[in-house]
């Protein structure tokens, strides 16, 4: 018989064995998958102006060589073991959350064409390479080589910067804050002011309504911020609206309009609510349209500016817009700040910006609106409805009420931040009704970090309000129910 010292041996032998054949598989699995990552990697097109593009290219690499496409675009060529039972379950799970999360196409395409990602686009990936989220642990495991190191981190960060800088800083912005996510409101945008002078009036003419009491001032007080101040909208006979409603300040600066985008202008907006029955009640356009007609001095301006027997929903709507275009907020104290002036906003209020950055907001909210120029998932990061404790409702549905696609489930436009403390409650369903819940909860449920003190709320809040500005020139809080109109260069 065998001693048991022999025994141990032979067993000891066994399992050395079997971590050395362990090894060279997975020696040879990592091998495999190395190759395989970098031949399906994406690639630029010969032509590509990005070959000439010095910090393009180095953040193109380092994104290709993490292989981001996996899990951020739709139908890639995914590794073996995406097939395999267990992992397919496991895996499936990080490719849904990867696409519902952020979709890379448009950033490859962008690369390809020589051309700026979008700013919401630019600010997502700064967010996650700061704050060195990706990629996670578990796919390094069988991708080691998409480690990404310092500098690479620090070449997709520059190059962030750079685009900002060359595409996307506002003008007077100072030299060491055109890289920034949030750049200071233009001080004027193009507007036809004889169109706008008639817009102006629209605005404000309840006879666009079907009882003749609400005009389009009844939901978007430019005293209130541009909102109505109420949970959801109180419309014709008293009726209530299904959701919040968004400020009609800065709204040019917005990808689409309605918190689902299914107006991509603000001419298509303002067509909405004027026939909408819970909303301002006219019958049909044609009625309106009618109604405008015989007052005359509408009939002189509309046949002055658009021709004879021009008064219709797309001229009418039209004015409404370019009137609309022209209530953007300059001047806030964080646009003095980031113009130069150092000493337009406070400690605090600085130390609340760079917190707002750190957390990741500014992944979302960035751009001249700080916000209003993408659409995101409410409840990212967190079950938003679940712990909301009331039933859903069909607004809740948000952007998939109008593109029908299942990924756009609970997805909304991201609201611009630009006056903020005066367009409470917050949220598409009102749901919040003070800053500092609003801070607390979205910190909550769209950012991974969660939990956020209280210190850390105090100053968002405080970073929040210094992006409260002026509609020419007159300070925000202090705007009249109906101000006159002026050109910015009369």
Same mark, same amino acid.
């Given at each position: ?8 041996? /032979? ?56 292989? #981001? ?20 379950? /496991? ?12 979709? /890379? ?8 064409? $020589? ?51 060359? +595409? ?18 233009? @001080? ?27 005009? #389009? ?7 209130? $911020? ?31 309009? &309605? ?12 067509? $909405? ?24 001095? +509408? ?34 104290? &964080? ?25 990741? #907001? ?21 079950? +938003? ?40 409650? +917050? ?21 991974? @970090?969660?939990?956020?003190? @209280? ?36």
């Amino acid at each position: 018989m065998q001693s048991s010292v022999a025994k141990k041996g /032979i067993v000891k032998k066994a399992v050395l064995g079997l971590v050395a054949a362990g090894v060279v598989a997975y020696g040879g699995t990592l091998a495999y998958l190395t190759h395989f990552d970098h031949e399906g990697a994406p690639k630029l097109p010969a032509n590509s102006p990005t070959w000439h593009d010095q910090k393009a290219l180095a953040a193109f690499n380092a994104l290709r060589e993490t292989r #981001c496409d996996y899990c951020h675009t739709a139908g890639a060529n995914l590794p073996f073991y995406f097939k395999l039972p267990l992992a397919n379950q /496991i895996m499936g799970h990080d490719l849904k959350e990867g696409l519902r999360h952020f979709r /890379i196409e448009p950033v490859l395409a962008a690369f390809e064409e $020589g051309k700026p990602p979008s700013v919401e686009q630019l600010s997502r990936i700064e967010e996650v390479i700061s704050q060195n989220r990706m990629p996670p642990a578990a796919y390094l495991l069988m991708h080691p080589h998409a480690y990404m190191s310092e500098k690479e981190r620090s070449d997709v960060l520059a190059w962030v910067a750079d685009q900002r800088r060359r +595409y996307y800083a506002t003008p007077g912005v100072a030299a060491q804050f055109a890289g920034e996510p949030i750049q200071p409101i233009p @001080e004027s945008v193009p507007v036809d002011w004889t169109k706008a002078e008639l817009g102006r009036q629209l605005f404000f003419d309840k006879r666009l309504s079907g009882n003749g009491q609400l005009n #389009c001032a009844s939901c978007h007080g430019l005293d209130k $911020g541009g909102v109505d101040n109420l949970t959801t909208a109180t419309g014709i006979n008293g009726q209530k609206g299904p959701i919040n409603v968004p400020t009609v300040y800065d709204s040019v600066f917005n990808i689409g309009q &309605f918190w689902n985008g299914r107006a991509a202008d603000l001419a298509a907006q303002a067509a $909405g609510p004027v026939t909408n029955p819970v909303e301002m009640g006219s019958h049909d356009w044609d009625g309106v349209a009618t109604t405008v007609r015989g007052v005359p001095e +509408y009939a002189t301006a509309f046949e002055s500016i658009y021709g004879p027997d021009s008064v219709n929903e797309k001229t009418v709507t039209n004015a409404i817009a370019e009137y609309e275009k022209t209530l953007i907020t300059p001047d806030s104290r &964080f646009d003095l700040y980031l113009k130069g002036d150092a000493n337009a906003i406070n400690t605090q209020e600085k130390r609340g910006y760079e917190r707002f950055k750190q957390i990741g #907001c500014s992944g979302c909210h960035s751009g001249v609106a700080a916000g209003g120029d993408a659409y995101e998932v409410m409840g990212l990061e967190g079950p +938003y409805f679940k712990d909301r404790h009331t039933p859903l409702t069909a607004a809740d549905a948000g952007r998939e009420a109008f593109t029908h696609a299942l990924a756009d489930n609970e997805r909304f436009k991201v609201p611009n931040l630009r006056n903020v403390e005066l367009t409470g409650p +917050y949220f598409h369903d009102g749901n919040v009704k003070t800053l500092s819940d609003a801070v607390r909860l979205m910190a909550r449920y769209q950012t991974p @970090e969660h939990d956020i003190s @209280e210190q850390d709320i105090q100053d968002i809040v405080a970073f929040l309000k210094t992006l409260t500005g002026k509609y020419q020139g007159v300070p925000l809080k202090d705007v009249a129910p109906e101000p006159p109109l002026r050109a910015a260069n009369p």
